[in-house]
């Protein structure tokens, strides 16, 4: 049995966590830019607000309705969603992250009643972290996904929706449209539909080899999840994820090379900690920079370098980036923008070694990537490269971004 625990509203809940005068007001969370939408609370959702939409777009919205507006902060959102994580895993044998608010938690060793197990973890989340939660139960993690799906949308399940019974799984498929099903994305929602598969009931109900056959094998075992067949990994899953950026915009224009340099060489610090947490190699990495659209002479240009080899090596991958950046550098623009982004992925062990290039080879990479990592995680100290700089790169701040509450001695909130 799984318990797939999803945090409610996750961003737009860490903004109320410690704006109390906030908790029955519509919020919105606001991309980097501050151009569109990329949270609401549940009270802005009622009133019509999307995700992704323009911010210009719903304007008068905004001003009408008191709606509050941050701009994401993902250092906060970062630390209460380890802490989520870290509370689901004092409690349950086994938790598997899946997103930055999502958990699988594995329930074996527990015993039954799995509605009563489902409260309990909400309860704790709740209490240690503030945060809201729902919760589906099923013997599979597709079957989880719905359950949770629905869990958020019917009240009355009370956040906790548990489909060990098979008469209650086909109960709620035959309710929810083949879309609502996980890893069925718009445009295959749409070829199924086309085909007579318009409910996941109606997708459970397949003959699997018909569907591998026409379809694909992830489908295919998509359709023995929803029949309560666990085959389903979470590494499957998150091996469609196609690349990892790390871009930011400065707080001061930058003209000098060696800066430009210094950033580049953080975001690819940044994007090869990710890379390593995935559990993955890159061998492609493109470097992009742009001056403000809004400002004459506006210039931006990116390239991207094949390695010979795929690396998760920071070194390796800030060599090859600065090789990047030489190439697209034009002296004169004032630059707001740079960014790194991470492609062409492998499973360690996974590829084949150029038999033509004689490539040097550093036999305590992995090792010495594991202990930055681990200092980075425990926080007890503060190791970087060299070419990272001293001074720090300056990323914009807005003066809608909330304090670091958790992570900032300054930030700390004050009670009187």
């Not at 070829?191 to 591998?212: V, Y």
């Not at 060489?265 to 920079?289: G, N």
Request: proline share 5%; glycine share 6%.
């Amino acid at each position: 049995m799984y318990a797939l625990v999803d945090c409610n509203s996750f961003y737009a809940s860490c903004e109320k966590l410690f704006r109390p005068d906030l908790r029955d007001r519509p919020v919105v969370v606001l991309s980097g830019q501050e151009g569109c939408v990329v949270a609401c609370s549940a009270e802005a959702k009622a009133l019509g607000i999307q995700i992704g939409v323009p911010v210009f777009q719903i304007s008068a919205l905004i001003q009408a309705e008191g709606v509050v507006c941050f701009a994401a902060n993902f250092a906060l959102y970062a630390d209460l969603s380890q802490r989520v994580m870290a509370t689901l895993e004092a409690h349950a044998p086994e938790v598997e992250i899946y997103s930055i608010d999502e958990a699988f938690v594995h329930l074996q060793g527990l015993t039954a009643p799995w509605q009563a197990i489902g409260q309990q973890l909400r309860a704790k989340v709740a209490q240690w972290t503030g945060i809201r939660t729902c919760v589906g139960i099923a013997p599979t993690r597709t079957l989880a996904k719905l359950a949770n799906y629905a869990a958020k949308r019917y009240p009355a399940t009370q956040g906790v929706v548990d489909l060990s019974a098979p008469e209650r799984q086909r109960r709620l498929l035959a309710l929810l449209p083949v879309r609502a099903v996980w890893g069925v994305g718009r445009q295959l929602a749409a070829q199924l539909e086309s085909q007579g598969k318009i409910s996941a009931l109606d997708l459970a109900d397949s003959d699997p080899a018909w569907i591998r056959k026409h379809f694909s094998l992830t489908l295919e075992r998509t359709v023995r999840e929803l029949r309560g067949q666990s085959c389903l990994r979470l590494r499957q899953v998150h091996s469609a994820k196609q690349q990892l950026i790390c871009s930011r915009s400065f707080s001061e224009r930058i003209t000098d090379f060696t800066r430009l340099r210094e950033a580049i060489s953080l975001f690819t610090t940044r994007a090869a900690r990710k890379l390593r947490q995935e559990e993955r190699l890159a061998k492609k990495i493109t470097v992009f920079i742009r001056t403000s659209p809004h400002q004459a002479g506006y210039y931006a240009n990116s390239a991207t370098l094949d390695l010979l080899e795929p690396s998760a090596d920071t070194r390796r991958l800030i060599e090859m980036a600065h090789q990047v950046l030489k190439s697209i550098w034009k002296p004169g623009p004032r630059y707001m923008k740079a960014g790194v982004i991470l492609s062409d992925f492998y499973a360690p062990g996974c590829w084949q070694p150029s038999l033509l290039e004689d490539i040097p080879r550093k036999p305590q990479s992995a090792k010495l990537m594991q202990v930055l990592d681990q200092l980075h995680q425990r926080g007890v100290g503060e190791v970087f490269f060299a070419a990272q700089g001293v001074r720090g790169v300056g990323t914009r701040q807005s003066a809608l971004q909330s304090p670091a509450y958790t992570t900032r001695w300054s930030d700390l909130p004050r009670v009187s």
